[in-house]
């Protein structure tokens, strides 16, 4: 079964998609994945002894998009 949004995260589940160093003032990254419904985290890492904080749950969201054909005549094709 996909994932949905109403299942729980599963212990050993989370997956690195990036790992980055951000400065003061910029606190924000954006990630592609394809759609989907996701359970996100974050951790700390200590660059220079690898170190690392627990993960911190931050909850369940759905990625979705939509495509635009970018036709403006309101004339439609043949199937």
Do not use: C, H, W
Not at 23 to 30: A, K, M
């Amino acid at each position: 079964m996909p994932p949905a949004r109403n299942r729980n995260p599963q212990k050993g589940g989370y997956r690195t998609k990036s790992f980055v160093s951000f400065v003061p003032g910029t606190l924000s990254f954006d990630v592609n994945v394809p759609p989907g419904f996701y359970a996100a985290a974050y951790r700390f890492v200590n660059t220079t002894t690898g170190q690392e904080t627990a993960l911190v749950p931050i909850g369940v969201s759905q990625v979705t998009f939509a495509v635009s054909s970018g036709t403006t005549s309101g004339k439609k094709k043949a199937a």
